[in-house]
């Protein structure tokens, strides 16, 4: 699911709500800095006692609610594609203006309370530094110094409040939009879909998947949003404790036990990017087409592993016929293109090519002759079980430089091949260097996440403007800068491939560094794939 479009919502409002309380942050804080500087600690806490962040959030009122109403008709439109959904018609325009009051009271009254804590523990801090002795120009210098980053924290303390206030509204917004829409539609039942990647929480994963009645998540949805006390979410809409314990009971639990918790609706912890979505909803894991004869299982031992010339523990074996089950010839045969026979005739020596780590992820590494060409590389994967992502951890090729794209192609078209075998649903790669995004936009492959995506367009946009080193490649006003700002504004990730197609799609993506995948699920990726390696 692209995340994009609520996590311009949730920077937008954030970016609003810090820009309105700096003013105040720059006044108390003169006030302080001065009473420090004499010494006045009483002074100091008195200055600090004045803050408020009231007048940015009471400022601010039409703006919250017109960025909330935008998670809303986000989540809305998640349930229904049609852009004629119920919020759209203004049908909840009173709930809406409540949500919005109780944004700008927590803004007023935690967020307030975040940053005089913060600047509290400063002038503790500083008054605890206090020396009796006559002080050095140098002294004087790292004092001022640390003046300056007393504020940057200060600041920093309230603007970070702010930020998980706006994430869990903003989230909050969402799931009561597509809740509300499937109420409208008299849909029953929908599903949870979490963002599987390196980021994922361990509840997030367990709970991907997992249907639950709607009738039941709009009446918490709904709850949480009124709740007058913010401690009333503690038992309304309770955040998952995160220790291995409390996870293995959630797993435990019936999808009625989960709901009865209140565990049924996101957020689920701050920066929480799982979504409700419809059951009927294909993800990109069930559109994976894998060849029959890769769902075998097959049960290895130590010799199996002999017989490649890899080492394996006895800790390591256990946990490969239980998470892979393939024949471990069968997977480096897959990845480096070589015959059982032809893995112990080349140099590869006596080495440990699977090792698995504290979570379960199997590492493989393999060093030798893999181009063929007298010479030795090194190639490192690290399969993820639970997400089913092949991550390309490091790829070194010593042989002649004008072979390293061809040879990198053929490496990586081996390990999709690898990855299918072993139950992958995506290949994530580093993009950077020589081999930047444009080369593996050529090759189907799209940024990894909403954020690689929203940080790649506002990098495109900030090289286009005046000062800025791509500001020549195009003409301010004409149709080629229209086509790319529509294309920078699209919410797909996919849209990449488009700008990778463009005349000056070369020049805009060369170069640049970005987490990249290759969605196995997707047919206009596999095909972009296959031709770019053909």
């Not at 256990?318 to 089950?325: I, L, R």
């Not at 070194?396 to 990198?408: C, H, N, Q, V």
Request: hydrophobic fraction near 40%.
């Amino acid at each position: 699911m692209d995340l994009r479009p609520i996590l311009k919502i949730d920077r937008a409002l954030s970016g609003k709500l810090c820009a309105g309380w700096r003013p105040a942050a720059d006044a108390v804080w003169a006030d302080v800095e001065d009473c420090l500087r004499s010494k006045d600690y009483g002074g100091a806490y008195q200055a600090a006692a004045t803050l408020s962040l009231k007048s940015a959030a009471e400022k601010n009122r039409e703006y919250i609610k017109y960025y909330l109403l935008g998670a809303g008709l986000f989540g809305a439109r998640i349930a229904n594609k049609s852009r004629a959904t119920a919020l759209s018609t203004g049908t909840y325009e009173t709930f809406l203006s409540k949500v919005a009051d109780q944004v700008t009271r927590s803004v007023e009254y935690n967020c307030t309370e975040a940053a005089y804590d913060r600047l509290v523990q400063l002038i503790a801090a500083a008054e605890r530094e206090e020396t009796p002795h006559q002080q050095s120009d140098s002294e004087l210098v790292q004092k001022a110094d640390r003046f300056v980053k007393g504020f940057v924290s200060f600041k920093q303390g309230g603007d970070e409040r702010i930020q998980l206030v706006s994430s869990l509204n903003t989230h909050r917004l969402a799931t009561w939009g597509f809740m509300a829409e499937m109420d409208v539609l008299a849909e029953d039942t929908y599903r949870l879909s979490a963002v599987l990647d390196g980021r994922t929480s361990e509840f997030c994963i367990m709970i991907d998947g997992t249907e639950f009645q709607v009738s039941d998540g709009k009446d918490r949805i709904v709850k949480a949003l009124s709740a007058e006390d913010p401690e009333d979410l503690k038992t309304i809409q309770p955040w998952p404790k995160k220790d291995r314990k409390s996870i293995t009971t959630y797993k435990a639990m019936s999808t009625e036990e989960l709901a009865a918790c209140g565990y049924d609706v996101p957020p689920f912890h701050p920066g929480c990017r799982t979504m409700c979505v419809r059951t009927d909803t294909q993800s990109e894991q069930e559109l994976v087409q894998v060849p029959p004869e890769y769902s075998v299982q097959q049960q290895s031992t130590e010799a199996s592993f002999e017989a490649v010339g890899a080492k394996m523990s006895a800790e390591d074996l256990a946990a490969w016929n239980e998470g892979v089950a393939k024949s471990p010839a069968d997977v480096l045969s897959r990845l480096t293109g070589d015959t059982p026979d032809q893995l112990l005739e080349k140099p590869y020596g006596d080495q440990k090519f699977f090792s698995f780590d504290a979570n379960d992820n199997l590492k493989m590494r393999v060093v030798g002759d893999l181009a063929g060409a007298g010479t030795e590389e090194e190639v490192h994967f690290v399969l993820d079980p639970l997400t089913k992502t092949l991550f390309s951890s490091w790829a070194e090729y010593t042989a002649s430089p004008e072979r390293a794209a061809e040879w990198l192609r053929g490496l990586y078209k081996r390990a999709a091949d690898m990855g299918l075998m072993l139950g992958a649903t995506e290949m994530v790669v580093l993009a950077s260097g020589a081999y930047s995004a444009y080369a593996y936009a050529k090759m189907g492959f799209v940024p990894e996440s909403s954020d690689e995506w929203l940080t790649l367009q506002y990098d495109i946009e900030d090289d286009l403007k005046d000062g800025g080193k791509l500001h020549e490649l195009l003409p301010e006003k004409g149709p080629e800068l229209a086509v790319l700002g529509g294309l920078l504004d699209h919410h797909d990730p996919q849209a990449i491939w488009t700008i990778a197609a463009l005349p000056y799609g070369e020049k805009l993506l060369e170069g640049r560094s970005l987490k990249m995948r290759y969605p196995f699920g997707s047919p206009d990726a596999k095909a972009m794939f296959e031709e770019a390696l053909s």
